[in-house]
């Protein structure tokens, strides 16, 4: 499975992206997607994933302003970012996990990565 985030960019606080993340060589449809993010100087962290059939989850930091969805027809997974605050920049990566409707937070348990897309929020 390869994975292809996209969307990133600058953005002032308060403002909104949405980050796309195309998977390609097979279906992703079993797979549980994640976001997870990586600010300068710390360690990368859980941001949100969608589960194959049951609701998404998130971290309490985004919990009411990102939202995740998919569509496995489209073999892609989308992260809505509101209300954007300075401390949201980051390098977002997506990931997939072969844990179908499981809460998957950690690293370790995602299969599939992708290259990262650059959030910048300026305050």
Same mark, same amino acid.
């Given at each position: 499975?390869?994975?292809?985030?996209?969307? #990133?960019?600058?953005?002032?606080?308060? #403002? @909104?992206?949405?980050? /796309?993340?195309?998977? @390609?060589? &097979?279906?992703?449809?079993?797979?549980?997607?994640?976001?997870? &993010?990586?600010?300068? #100087?710390?360690?990368?962290?859980?941001?949100?994933?969608?589960?194959?059939? /049951? &609701?998404?989850? =998130?971290?309490? @930091?985004?919990?009411?302003?990102?939202? !995740?969805?998919?569509?496995?027809?489209?073999?892609?997974?989308?992260?809505?970012?509101?209300?954007?605050?300075?401390?949201?920049?980051?390098? =977002?990566?997506?990931?997939?996990?072969?844990?179908?409707?499981?809460?998957?937070?950690? !690293?370790?348990?995602?299969?599939?990565?992708?290259?990262?897309?650059?959030?910048?929020?300026?305050?």
């Amino acid at each position: 499975v390869q994975l292809q985030a996209s969307g #990133g960019g600058l953005v002032e606080a308060g #403002g @909104s992206l949405r980050l /796309s993340c195309a998977a @390609s060589g &097979r279906a992703v449809g079993s797979y549980t997607l994640g976001w997870f &993010r990586q600010a300068p #100087g710390k360690e990368r962290e859980f941001v949100g994933a969608a589960r194959r059939t /049951s &609701r998404p989850y =998130y971290a309490d @930091s985004v919990k009411g302003r990102f939202t !995740i969805s998919r569509e496995n027809a489209k073999n892609t997974v989308w992260l809505q970012m509101n209300s954007l605050k300075f401390e949201d920049t980051a390098v =977002y990566y997506c990931a997939a996990a072969a844990y179908g409707d499981a809460t998957v937070m950690s !690293i370790p348990q995602y299969d599939y990565w992708g290259q990262g897309t650059q959030v910048t929020v300026s305050s």
